[in-house]
């Protein structure tokens, strides 16, 4: 068989899911062939490494298969319906049905499949088809490998997200009698490291393996816990007659975001999900890591991601252009503008690095330096500061802001100092285009909570009136470089 050599061609199913896009990009990391099924392969197309390969593909139609797994030695199944409807489970059936024939075909030496842990006949809709799954596909004689986890901790994760969701919008939650119920939360990282060596674990027959983080917790732990973390006072109530069809509705007027799969996902929790068979433990060498640090590792990573992120990039994506507040990217709060202006980039910039101080903010002077004094009022650093008269350099204060990334003729982002609920920044950026250059200006707030969103949307107007005409007054000082002070 093809998959008794453990470095052949892989191919990753769900590429452009949460794990499976996560798991390609580790993949080629290594240096492995890998080969990844989408449906929408443009999606895809412009991220992939040279020893990627995209090609197009539906486990929901079996004709497509066939050339996906040609050459191919080991298969990842990450496919899953949860959101697609009340026929969810009939759709990962057949999905399924198709991938398991299409496989055996192939001569594809081993399956490698995510499923959902949890035991008893009592199993939510959700688990009973995530372990259906599994069935199915060793049901094609091609060994398989089920690795059965419960909540993924990571930047980006549904379950993540959700507690994000509530913990940072409610300083009093009303909480049933499910958010007392046991799981055994796995950080994505040691997920994906599991999943990595499958790959080359030897094998001769089907296996499964119950896998976990160290702690056995509630939704209820996770939520104190990530409270704890970002330093937020959380007051939790329990009441014992929310159902999970009435939580479900309640999730969804809270985070409207989550209210499609709200209510599969409140039912897998109604119901432990720990791990009871600890093979894992000795079959593989990873040392799972317990939920504080798969919390404080999910926070770090999404900093780690937003950093290296174009934030005006998360701003054109958020669907519908810009509405009164800006955009959500993340927890964060993005409003992003651009002008353009018939000058080169370094005649464009130069207003950028001047700002601030004795040259001030280009529009509205009075409004930054009352704010100044306000901060000064409830023990902040005001505007005192003033800027440094030599060539800016990250880590130098300009009035209640400091340089956190400087390009000359490039970018200039500020971190703030003055006192808020939250964190906030404020970037520019110049960029050549055939006309001249394009100068974007953009704001981003982190909020600390209920106390930050209000802070954001109590002040967007004004700020929206103070940074349009800062805009406008760089772009206009930018045409005329010898009013420059």
Not at 288 to 294: K, L, Q
Not at 352 to 371: E, M, Q, T
Not at 402 to 423: H, N, Q, S, T
Request: charged share 20%.
């Amino acid at each position: 068989m093809q998959g008794n050599n453990p470095h052949g061609p892989v191919l990753v199913t769900g590429a452009t899911g949460y794990v499976g896009g996560r798991l390609w990009r580790l993949l080629e990391g290594q240096g492995r062939p890998v080969r990844c099924l989408a449906r929408r392969p443009d999606q895809l197309m412009s991220r992939v490494g040279a020893t990627t390969e995209v090609v197009s593909g539906d486990v929901l139609q079996a004709d497509s298969l066939d050339a996906a797994l040609t050459g191919i030695a080991s298969a990842y199944y990450l496919v899953h319906s949860l959101g697609k409807g009340e026929d969810f489970a009939e759709q990962d059936r057949v999905g399924a049905q198709n991938f398991a024939r299409a496989t055996r075909r192939a001569g594809i030496g081993r399956i490698i499949y995510l499923g959902g842990l949890g035991h008893g006949d009592n199993l939510s809709p959700h688990l009973k088809s995530r372990q259906e799954v599994g069935e199915v596909l060793r049901e094609s004689g091609v060994p398989v490998i089920e690795l059965r986890a419960s909540i993924v901790i990571g930047s980006g994760s549904l379950s993540f997200e959700m507690i994000r969701a509530l913990v940072e919008r409610l300083p009093l939650m009303i909480t049933p009698r499910w958010v007392e119920v046991k799981a055994q939360p796995i950080a994505v990282d040691d997920l994906l490291a599991y999943l990595v060596a499958a790959l080359d674990l030897p094998l001769e027959t089907s296996r499964i393996f119950e896998i976990g983080g160290a702690d056995q917790v509630s939704y209820r732990d996770l939520m104190a816990e990530y409270a704890r973390q970002r330093g937020l006072r959380r007051v939790m109530l329990p009441v014992p007659l929310l159902t999970p069809k009435l939580s479900s509705l309640w999730l969804g007027l809270v985070a409207p975001l989550y209210a499609r799969v709200g209510r599969k996902l409140i039912e897998s929790i109604k119901t432990p999900t720990v791990v009871r068979e600890t093979s894992s433990l000795s079959i593989f060498s990873i040392k799972p890591r317990g939920m504080r640090e798969a919390i404080a590792a999910a926070i770090k990573n999404e900093e780690l991601q937003f950093a290296q992120s174009r934030w005006h990039d998360a701003f054109s994506s958020g669907g519908n252009g810009r509405n009164w507040a800006g955009v959500r990217f993340g927890s964060r709060l993005i409003d992003s503008r651009a002008c353009h202006v018939p000058v080169g980039v370094a005649q464009a910039f130069a207003p950028i690095c001047c700002i601030g101080g004795k040259n001030g903010w280009y529009a509205y002077d009075w409004l930054w330096r009352l704010r100044g004094f306000l901060d000064l009022l409830i023990g902040g650093v005001g505007a005192r500061r003033g800027r440094p008269d030599e060539e800016l350099q990250v880590g130098a204060a300009i009035d209640f802001w400091r340089v956190e990334a400087y390009e000359p003729d490039r970018l200039l982002r500020l971190a703030a100092e003055m006192k808020l609920p939250g964190r906030a920044w404020l970037e520019f950026e110049v960029v050549p285009n055939k006309y001249g250059t394009t100068i974007r200006q953009t704001t981003l707030f982190d909020p600390l909570g209920l106390t930050g969103l209000a802070y954001w949307y109590a002040t967007y107007p004004l700020h929206r009136l103070i940074f349009s005409g800062m805009l406008k007054g760089i772009a206009c000082r930018a045409t005329q470089p010898n009013s420059l002070s």
